[in-house]
């Protein structure tokens, strides 16, 4: 795909059609079961590896599938369409926890962690927020303290997703307080290691069949060759990270609204009121134009952040204007569609109620509405 021709190749839609027809098969049977048992499909694992799905974009010589970023897109907006769950935890493992491993490394640590987890034989956590650290990372409490040639971390973090099944979480932690953000470093903790432990499941309004829970830190003790990238960089190399986790909550946001819409259409040419389908009236025939249009232009926001990242390009403006935008756009949307299947759409029978919840953590997660337009401002102050 280039920057003007937005159709996709012939092998990109290979890909979008061959997860849609995995979705549809063996994901959207569950997807209410799921729900409503928090459920993550864990046995489902090897199959997610076995598409390519849980390493996307990452080189061949790993094991993953080597594809882009616009493949990526494509691949979680089909997975979103289904079951906005299933595609968070599929997007937090690739973006985040697998990223941040494979973007700053060393050689030797993506030879020995990355091939389980893009197999799927493991999942992938990424451990920045904490209980009183959301949006303001530089209130981190969790430090690392170098001790006999190994790092010793304590402290907690909150609202982590993957958290009780992951293999391996890499923590953000405070080495050098006096520093402030320039005093945080990551390292890759294995979760079996002593002292780590799973702490509150979350019960959440939204996407309850991905697993967010929190993490607690007691004396655990890393080698010191587990510290990943630079010390003192790791919030830096963080928000590196989260340029490319924004795309993928902007596509994730895509497929809610997407599958949200297409509910709405077909419900609106089946449904009748007052003699005629309700598709017919201009009320709803307006609410269906405008989803439409807003879905087009988070598509473009998503797709031209994707392009310019495949390009090697520093997306920190497009990837947050696509998040922002796609975010707004799920929660509006899946509104939308609700009112459009009226009382039908508050019950779970139809998929608008559960695509409208899972829509708001979309605003909030990887970086607020708020702090989007924060960034965004940052970004084009800047250039002028």
Avoid at 32 to 53: N, R, T
Avoid at 137 to 144: E, H, N, P, V
């Amino acid at each position: 795909m280039s920057m003007m021709n937005f159709d996709l190749t012939e092998e990109q839609l290979q890909i979008k059609y061959s997860i849609r027809e995995f979705a549809e098969g063996e994901i959207a049977p569950h997807v209410m079961k799921w729900d409503e048992a928090q459920h993550f499909p864990l046995d489902l694992l090897p199959k997610f590896g076995e598409l390519g799905l849980m390493g996307i974009i990452f080189p061949e010589e790993y094991g993953g599938s080597g594809l882009g970023y616009v493949e990526y897109a494509t691949i979680l907006e089909e997975l979103a369409r289904v079951d906005p769950s299933i595609c968070l935890s599929i997007a937090a493992h690739n973006s985040l926890g697998t990223n941040h491993i494979y973007q700053m490394g060393t050689k030797q640590q993506r030879e020995e962690f990355l091939p389980p987890l893009v197999q799927g034989k493991q999942l992938a956590a990424w451990a920045l927020t904490e209980p009183g650290s959301g949006s303001d990372a530089a209130g981190m409490r969790t430090t690392a303290v170098r001790e006999n040639g190994n790092w010793v971390i304590n402290g907690s973090k909150n609202f982590i997703t993957n958290a009780s099944y992951a293999g391996v979480t890499v923590t953000i932690a405070i080495t050098d307080k006096s520093k402030g953000n320039h005093g945080c470093s990551a390292f890759i903790m294995k979760n079996d290691t002593a002292g780590f432990s799973v702490a509150k499941k979350e019960n959440k309004l939204g996407m309850r069949a991905s697993d967010t829970a929190g993490l607690s830190f007691e004396d655990c003790r890393i080698p010191a060759d587990n510290q990943l990238g630079e010390l003192n960089h790791g919030f830096v190399d963080s928000l590196k990270i989260l340029d490319g986790g924004r795309i993928s909550i902007a596509a994730l946001s895509l497929g809610i609204a997407q599958g949200a819409y297409e509910s709405a259409l077909k419900y609106a040419r089946q449904r009748q009121a007052f003699g005629r389908v309700i598709a017919e009236y201009q009320a709803i025939q307006w609410k269906l134009a405008d989803m439409a249009t807003q879905i087009e232009a988070a598509r473009l926001l998503t797709l031209r952040a994707a392009v310019l990242k495949d390009r090697g390009k520093i997306t920190t403006k497009e990837s947050a204007m696509a998040k922002l935008y796609a975010s707004e756009v799920a929660v509006r949307v899946s509104e939308e569609a609700v009112q459009i299947h009226g009382g039908y759409g508050y019950t779970k029978d139809y998929p608008p109620e559960k695509f409208w919840r899972d829509s708001k953590l979309c605003t909030i997660g990887e970086g607020t509405s708020e702090i989007q337009r924060l960034v965004i401002a940052r970004e084009i102050l800047r250039a002028t």
